[in-house]
């Protein structure tokens, strides 16, 4: 096991959890900042991390997070670290392509990452016909929700052909819900509030018939047929609409996570946890 240093303390972690921990510090020192993580940063990522082992929604394999192993296939957590190159740095899968204007992104190291809502995006180097047609989910935790006066994308891949199957969350179209695919050719808008607050948003789909929305801390369930899933990247802070960037947020979002099929509201509370221990663990 190795040593993670957090000003001049010394901690130690699950090696898995140090993985990580010094993929992000590397990256944060080569973009210019060798400050370290402070202890609080450091605790509340190794207990994030083990949480999300302990219910096998990461798996290790060689000391080392596996998306082979692991049902989250593509996670940054786009907070904690020193600088936006090192919140950039996954968790697990892909590490995000940015882009857009580069002064357009503004990063927070407590709450996360914002766009300029004109063209700034993330692409997730994940592809919407990576996970089954049938164990698909994809979520973000926002801290500050998309405005609602026009239409806007959190996170999507999205076709306009006949029969093509997408994955999306987007607000504005009814205020405070969430309109949704996974999986399928049709946007549903929720009947429930879930977008009525900042936080976690996701869907996830088990089935064939329906999937779940969670927005809110509320769940409900879209009674949807699944399609065979298309061909396109996901993209965060705008929807992928046939290879084109539209709907841009300007929400500022401080995590997402695609894969298979998980409950929702187990990966709401580690990831709302870890977000409350690293605003109290930062200056």
Not at 34 to 40: A, I, V
Not at 95 to 115: D, H, I, Q, S
Not at 177 to 196: M, P
Not at 257 to 278: H, K, N, Q
């Amino acid at each position: 096991m190795r040593h993670q240093f957090a000003r001049g303390s010394l901690l130690l972690y699950p090696a898995y959890v140090q993985d990580y921990l010094d993929r992000v510090t590397a990256a944060d020192v080569t973009a210019g900042n060798s400050s370290g993580l402070e202890r609080g940063v450091t605790d509340a990522a190794s207990t994030f991390l083990r949480d999300l082992v302990s219910i096998s929604y990461l798996g290790v394999s060689s000391n080392v997070i596996s998306q082979a192993a692991s049902v989250i296939k593509a996670m940054p957590i786009m907070a904690g670290a020193r600088t936006r190159q090192g919140a950039l740095v996954p968790v697990v899968g892909p590490a995000p392509t940015e882009f857009g204007t580069a002064e357009g992104w503004n990063y927070n190291r407590k709450t996360g990452l914002a766009g300029n809502g004109i063209d700034t995006y993330l692409n997730s180097n994940r592809n919407n016909n990576a996970d089954p047609q049938n164990s698909k989910h994809i979520a973000i935790y926002a801290t500050t929700r998309n405005t609602e006066a026009a239409v806007k994308a959190y996170i999507g891949a999205t076709f306009s052909a006949a029969g093509s199957s997408s994955t999306q969350i987007v607000t504005g179209i009814i205020a405070n819900k969430l309109s949704v695919r996974c999986s399928d050719g049709t946007t549903v808008t929720t009947s429930a509030n879930l977008h009525s607050a900042a936080g976690f948003f996701g869907i996830s789909r088990s089935s064939g018939t329906s999937y779940i929305a969670r927005g809110s801390s509320l769940n409900e369930t879209i009674n949807t047929a699944s399609v065979s899933s298309s061909n396109g990247s996901y993209f965060v802070f705008a929807r992928n609409l046939d290879g084109a960037p539209n709907l841009y947020s300007n929400g500022r979002v401080s995590a997402y996570s695609i894969g298979e099929f998980l409950d929702l509201a187990l990966l709401d509370v580690p990831i709302t946890t870890l977000l409350a221990s690293y605003a109290a663990a930062i200056p």
